[in-house]
């Protein structure tokens, strides 16, 4: 007979205390420092702990909120069925269009056209371009080197003329003054009349109330390398200028916040970019109330992501995949509105249709095979990623803060504030990838040797926004790549007339040998050079013959501290000069070998990049 007696699940287990958990972890620390082994210091600011407990959550305010309620850190609506968007060069529209009705039977439900040629007739370019697109079912976006206002009528006309419910009409045009002033530098009017045209832009949009007219394309700031914190503050702080401009304008704040789309970059950072959006909306939700809009309607934060540029590389380009695909669940997780996967070759040559089906797809197994569109904010209540949340949101309202206290965006920029604080990170993370403290798979860690990535480069630039023209007003941000340097340096090596050979001079104890020869070649051939490893020799004599029986132009010494003390300067002597000599690690001996002329040393605390730089300066590359 069943046991009737009913308990709670786990019942016969005791409640473990904070305290409890910290008195074991401090036993299996054996004395090592808490702080320093297990608590991680971001870039963003704040440290995160190695465990979160329910009590961690006693402070944060908005968890009671559902999906689709203020301040919509669980999403500004109650499902996650975000929009799959695909952008187009489309200065040729009758070809933009033929491609649009093809990938429009292939699971993308959001287009993207970028248009860098000025139109002269823009009625029959749109009449051409969406030709046979139904217009008020699928989002139709807009990215244009000339004349917002002319595009926005056309396609207003052309929406009226093809009978289209305005009111179903969602998309946007990428008009982005500020941006534009932050990436080049210019304005094309000056700064007196930056948003002249965006009030012409929201007037004129005032019969499609899904259409958004003003873009925060706070991509550009991940994209030079800032924090998230960073990304989200300064985004926040310019979304903020525009309210302010407009207002000022007479623009109602319903009008002027309904009009505002954000273009937010997504980047590797799994869990945070998943937090910064949820921080996101919350932050926003909070900036727009205080200016007492009718209604929570214009509260609500419309985000489009993209993945980011920063970390994407031409080596091992497959690799971008697996990068596209962690922020893609990160943009999807975190309750974004649409989301544009660019394709993994997109850095270096012009996509193709392998590349953009394989970007699609990526989407659409989300979707279809994972279900992530079935659930709404699946990270709701988790103690790690609640908290993750209120830090960001706590960072980067100090950073708002502190942009607005010098007067806001505009007058940040000016100052040269906003800019300074990119660079301050971007340097930083230049020097993390330098030193392998930041891994580009393929790149700065574990690169393929035998690589050539020359010949598949084709691309030399994308087209910017017209407003980007006219004369330098303010220092701009300097948008890059991660992955760059290490880049340069290896295609010099390519180029080269012969490619420099690196041999492992393998000696003395198994497993330090094989373990720094191993460190090593990975070292050497994230500059492309040729690595020649060895099992080992019986003498130091016997490798050095070896060495230049190869050929070699470097040889490393790969063996033990200890048998560095007479292994190194026997090597050293015996290669006369006929090569460069380097030793595999950082000996207690090694101020003595110094002493002996050895000055080649690797290890895990060296600068990579800059070590292989000197090395192929040494060797005229």
Not at 527 to 556: L, M, P, R, S, T
């Amino acid at each position: 007979m069943a046991d009737k007696t009913k308990k709670p699940l786990f019942s016969d287990f005791p409640p473990i205390t904070t305290q409890q958990w910290m008195d074991k972890i401090t036993a299996d620390l054996k004395g090592a420092d808490f702080e320093k082994k297990l608590v991680w210091r971001t870039n963003e600011g704040f440290s995160v702990q190695p465990f979160y407990r329910s009590e961690d959550l006693a402070e944060v305010n908005y968890l009671d909120s559902l999906p689709g309620e203020f301040p919509y850190v669980r999403g500004t609506k109650k499902d996650n069925n975000w929009l799959v968007r695909q952008d187009i060069k489309a200065d040729d529209p009758e070809a933009a269009n033929a491609k649009a009705l093809d990938v429009l039977t292939k699971g993308v439900t959001s287009l993207g056209f970028t248009l860098c040629e000025e139109v002269k007739d823009m009625d029959a370019y749109v009449e051409k371009l969406l030709k046979n697109i139904i217009t008020d079912a699928v989002e139709i976006n807009f990215t244009t080197n000339h004349n917002s206002k002319k595009l926005l009528d056309a396609v207003h006309a052309y929406v009226r003329k093809t009978n289209r419910d305005l009111k179903q009409v969602q998309g946007s045009i990428n008009h982005d003054p500020l941006g534009c002033l932050t990436t080049s530098g210019k304005a094309s009017k000056g700064l007196d009349k930056l948003f002249e045209t965006t009030k012409e832009l929201i007037k004129g949009a005032e019969h499609l109330p899904q259409f958004r007219t003003i873009a925060v394309n706070g991509k550009h700031f991940g994209n030079a390398g800032s924090t998230i914190v960073q990304e989200l503050a300064f985004s926040l702080s310019m979304g903020n200028e525009y309210l302010a401009q407009l207002t000022e304008k007479g623009v109602s704040v319903n009008d002027a916040a309904l009009a505002i789309k954000f273009n937010l970059g997504v980047g590797g950072n799994y869990f945070m970019e998943m937090a910064k959006l949820r921080a996101a909306r919350m932050l926003w939700a909070t900036i727009v109330k205080s200016y007492s809009p009718a209604g929570l309607e214009p509260t609500k934060m419309l985000v489009h992501c993209e993945t980011s540029e920063w970390n994407k590389t031409v080596y091992d380009a497959y690799v971008n995949m697996l990068r596209t695909q962690t922020e893609a669940m990160s943009a999807s997780l975190g309750g974004a509105h649409s989301l544009t996967v660019q394709p993994f070759d997109t850095v270096f040559k012009e996509s193709d249709i392998f590349s953009e089906r394989i970007s699609r797809n990526q989407q659409l197994l989300l979707k279809e095979e994972s279900h992530f569109d079935k659930v709404v904010d699946p990270s709701a209540g988790s103690y790690y990623l609640e908290n993750l949340t209120d830090s960001i949101a706590k960072e980067a309202w100090k950073l708002f803060v502190e942009v607005e206290e010098k007067g806001g965006y505009l007058a940040a920029l000016k100052e040269g504030f906003i800019q300074a604080k990119v660079k301050e990170s971007a340097d930083k993370r230049k020097k993390e990838v330098a030193t392998r403290r930041e891994n580009l798979l393929g790149t700065n860690q574990y690169p393929n040797a035998a690589e050539k990535a020359g010949a598949k480069i084709t691309k030399t630039s994308s087209c910017g926004t017209g407003c980007c023209n006219g004369e330098k007003l303010v220092e701009p941000i300097v948008k890059f790549r991660g992955a760059e340097e290490f880049e340069t340096l290896r295609l010099a090596t390519e180029k080269a007339a012969k490619t420099p050979k690196v041999f492992m001079l393998t000696y003395g104890n198994l497993n330090m040998r094989l373990a720094r020869s191993q460190f090593a070649g990975n070292f050497f051939a994230c500059a492309g050079y040729q690595i020649i490893d060895n099992n080992g020799f019986a003498n130091v004599e016997d490798g050095v013959k070896a060495a230049k029986a190869a050929g070699a132009d470097i040889v490393v010494l790969c063996s033990s501290d200890d048998e560095y003390v007479d292994a190194a300067p026997k090597a050293f002597e015996a290669i006369n000069g006929e090569a460069i000599f380097v030793v595999a690690g950082a000996p207690a001996c090694t101020d003595d070998l110094k002493a002996k002329g050895i000055t080649n040393f690797i290890h895990v605390r060296s600068n990579v990049l800059e070590t292989l730089q000197g090395f192929s300066k040494q060797l005229g590359l």
